[in-house]
């Protein structure tokens, strides 16, 4: 069960666009697979040392190694990494829509198709937990279909001795790599989220890391095939050019009908991740609001202990994020918000595994643990300045709302109720 959570949150839609944006780079592109899938278990590896079986979330295992600022900056870039990771869900929704309809796709229908999601699903997480998470299982199964879907179609290319299309002829650097690197690493990320039901889960300091384990190689594998399957399929141009790589793809092999199902699988895995990434984002901020990090205002909730505030704020900062991007074409708008996203929860990658580092500092953990933290630097360094500059801008400004918070806002009553107040928790 907790490996499904992992491979549940994994399986968003940041694979269904990303092709696109890997077409350029060649054979970079499977190469990176590998290394950011290793990548990502040494991670995982190092996220699940710090867990504790009193803990309650990622913060409070930071806050126990590394004080409890290095606590507040991990829930932060979290957060930050929930509502851009909204933005690159509703712009991947809204080009496998605009694929469907093409009278919307412009990349002005595109932003309009995506706010309007965004809306739609915050209309669903504001009635409460219960119907967020009912609208997650459904989605769950969908994503996965288009994955497998265009593996087989690459089958049966072979078996009929149909030409498969060539790589881009882009060589091999450090640059290159780099970039592949992170792109292919943001469509990854999200498996820390198997470290939040430690109270819930038998045995955790066994359980949680071997799900950690098993559900990040999976979904590693998967993306691994699948996307490497579009990229023989199609052209480099095409796929470059292409709205919905998955359902171009599918549409050379079988035709118009399983290029539209196909499409709004990937529609629906989108809106799911966007669903998720929503819920996830009002949690961590009504827990923050909680704790008198952020403005106390987002630590209400409704009488169906809906964090309404919270889960608004997060929606607005996706719009504003989308609206002030509308001048990019699709593909550039998902590759940035996509970096914006990874460098957010890079910062969470490379705390943590300072924080692993400290608990666990026998030579083979070690090891690992170091590995993790030297490969989220060099994601670090293929995000590039632009999102790593609006990374470090974002950080600033929510440590200096902490500090402003603390310091209007300390009375023995607020003191009793943030120690009640349960940080970094995620909805069961």
């Not at 690197?181 to 470290?195: K, M, P, Q, Y």
């Not at 994020?321 to 957010?344: D, E, G, P, W, Y």
């Not at 360094?381 to 929510?398: D, F, K, P, R, T």
């Amino acid at each position: 069960m907790t490996s499904a959570i992992v491979v549940g949150t994994v399986i968003g839609s940041g694979i269904f666009l990303l092709p696109v944006s890997l077409a350029p780079l060649g054979i970079n592109a499977p190469i990176a697979w590998v290394i950011s899938g290793l990548g990502a278990l040494c991670i995982a590896f190092a996220l699940s040392s710090i867990v504790r079986p009193e803990g309650a979330g990622l913060q409070s295992y930071v806050e126990a190694e590394l004080g409890a600022t290095a606590g507040f900056v991990v829930t932060f870039a979290l957060w930050i990494s929930c509502w851009t990771a909204m933005a690159s869900t509703a712009v991947a929704a809204a080009a496998a829509l605009s694929w469907i309809v093409p009278s919307l796709n412009d990349p002005w229908s595109v932003a309009m198709v995506a706010i309007g999601t965004t809306i739609a699903i915050t209309a669903v997480n504001l009635r409460g937990v219960r119907a967020a998470g009912a609208f997650a299982v459904v989605t769950v199964a969908i994503r996965i279909l288009p994955l497998l879907a265009v593996i087989v179609a690459v089958l049966s290319m072979k078996a009929r001795h149909q030409p498969l299309a060539p790589f881009a002829p882009t060589p091999i650097t450090t640059d290159n790599l780099a970039t592949a690197v992170t792109l292919t690493l943001f469509a990854i990320i999200g498996f820390e989220t198997g470290t939040a039901p430690v109270g819930k889960v038998r045995n955790p300091t066994r359980t949680i890391p071997l799900a950690l384990m098993a559900g990040t190689s999976f979904c590693v594998l998967l993306y691994l095939l699948s996307s490497t399957s579009v990229g023989l399929i199609l052209s480099p141009e095409a796929t470059a050019k292409s709205l919905s790589p998955f359902a171009d793809a599918l549409k050379v092999n079988w035709g118009e009908t399983a290029a539209r199902l196909a499409a709004i699988g990937v529609a629906i895995a989108a809106i799911g991740g966007l669903n998720s990434n929503l819920l996830c984002g009002g949690e961590l901020g009504y827990s923050m609001g909680l704790r008198g990090d952020l403005p106390a205002i987002l630590g209400t909730a409704n009488r169906r202990n809906t964090p309404v505030i919270s889960l608004l704020l997060a929606a607005v900062l996706t719009i504003v994020l989308v609206m002030s991007n509308t001048s990019r074409s699709t593909a550039q708008l998902f590759i940035f918000v996509s970096l914006l996203s990874t460098t957010a929860t890079l910062v969470v990658y490379l705390i943590g595994g300072i924080a692993a580092l400290r608990r666990r500092p026998a030579a083979a953990a070690a090891a690992a643990i170091g590995a993790s933290i030297l490969f989220s630097l060099f994601a670090f360094y293929g995000a590039g300045l632009e999102a790593n500059l609006w990374g470090l801008a974002l950080l600033i400004a929510g440590l200096a709302m902490r500090w402003l918070c603390h310091r209007l806002t300390r009375s023995p009553a607020d003191s009793s109720r943030l120690a009640a107040a349960s940080p970094g928790a995620l909805p069961e």
